[in-house]
């Protein structure tokens, strides 16, 4: 038996919403990763079963490793399929929204979601939700919106409608928002979640080369180029740097997805508790922020504080707007700005 994490009258309240809905919409944040097309797709299979007209639409393009998830070819990229996606939005009366906690996390798509004036289901566990949507689960202390999906399924008492391919894509969430469960991954309940959808019949080593094993060949002579001649280490302040600029990306064949998961490797040298990626957009004028962290040090409050970002303790990201040599200048400065924290070593990895 697991924990009531979502109330017995919650439970009923969104089912309700849920069944009495015919033409419903899903929607993941922008730049959507193993948990949030995870969940989509979990959401999308429990849909169909229940006789709905369903849509995913994400904002932008997802990466290749998530291309295997059953009917992941039938997602709409609202950036390649404005007309179509548009006039789903338009007959649908619930829009669900997954694994973002803000309109602005679904760029461009916000605007014809502005326009329906439909019934709005928030599932999500990102900190601060904005109160927008009729019925909001948020639960901030859940690994991924996948495990609150999987624990909402149960107090729905629907956990016999979740089938293999559901179950597969709670896994893939799960998994992926933990860093194959080596981070916020330490209640015995997840596993015990696990062992169920285990018995859906996954196979979860499958799922995991799936998941882990389809990238290209540039992505690591990249990461060998960032390792090599780009990482800077400020050992005092336990803390590395790496910026990797629009020209590297192309020497190296970048194709989107391939850095993914760069910025948890210098988390992997001794003594490292904070690490910062920056990464140019190959197309706008931009530098995506990527952060990470161990212990008591709070990447999310760094991330507001200098890369208009936010995100969760020990993953969080932004976005800034100026020449590479300013991202990196405030990310030194960060550094500094946090010397006290980061100088002090709380436990042994
Ligand atoms: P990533 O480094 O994987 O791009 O992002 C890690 C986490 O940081 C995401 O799960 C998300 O919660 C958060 N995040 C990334 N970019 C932004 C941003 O621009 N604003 C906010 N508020 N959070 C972000
Ligand atoms: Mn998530």
């Known amino acids: 038996m697991l924990r009531t994490v ?14 009495e809905s015919r033409n419903v919409v899903i929607t993941t944040h922008t730049g959507p ?3 949030a097309i995870g969940s989509s797709l979990a ?8 006789g709905k007209q369903v849509t995913v639409i994400v904002p932008n393009y997802f990466p290749d490793y998530l ?15 404005r007309a179509m996606s548009k006039s789903f939005i338009q007959q649908a009366d619930l829009i669900i929204a997954l694994d973002y906690n803000a309109p602005y996390r679904i760029d461009e798509l916000q605007l014809p979601l502005s326009y329906c004036k439909c019934k709005r289901l928030m599932i999500d566990h990102h900190e601060d939700p904005e109160h927008y949507c009729t019925v909001e689960l948020s639960r901030p202390e859940m690994s991924s919106t996948c495990e609150l999906l999987y624990r909402l399924f149960v107090a729905m008492g629907e956990e016999k409608q979740i089938n293999i391919h559901c179950a597969e894509d709670l896994y893939a969430g799960m998994c992926t928002d933990t860093g194959r469960f080596t981070y916020n991954s330490n209640d015995p309940e997840i596993y015990e979640i696990i062992a169920g ?15 882990y094993n389809q990238y290209s060949e540039g992505r690591y002579r990249l990461l060998g180029h960032i390792l090599l001649n780009k990482m800077e280490i400020n050992s005092e302040l336990h803390a590395a740097i790496f910026s990797v600029g629009r020209e590297e990306l192309k020497q190296f064949k970048y194709i989107k997805g391939d850095a993914e998961g760069f910025v948890n490797i210098p988390l992997e ?3 490292i508790k904070l690490s910062i990626s920056l990464r140019e957009d190959t197309e706008k004028d931009r530098i995506f922020v990527s952060i990470r962290s161990f212990d008591d040090f709070p990447a999310n409050e760094l991330a507001e504080r200098f890369f208009n970002g936010g995100g969760h303790f020990h993953a969080a990201g932004g976005t800034v ?3 590479m040599d300013e991202a990196l200048e405030t990310a030194r400065k960060a550094l500094e700005a946090y010397r006290e924290q980061l100088i002090e070593v709380k436990s042994e990895k």
């Open 6 to 19: 979502v109330s017995a009258q919650e439970a009923q309240k969104i089912k309700q919403l849920l069944l």
């Open 33 to 35: 990763d193993g948990d």
């Open 43 to 50: 959401m999308y299979e429990y849909l169909k079963r229940k």
């Open 67 to 81: 291309h295997w998830m059953n009917d992941a070819d039938k997602i709409l990229q609202y950036d390649r399929r």
């Open 197 to 211: 959808l285990m018995r859906k019949g996954i196979d979860k080593d499958m799922i995991i080369r799936n998941l």
């Open 269 to 271: 040298i001794k003594g």
């Open 321 to 323: 707007y100026c020449s």
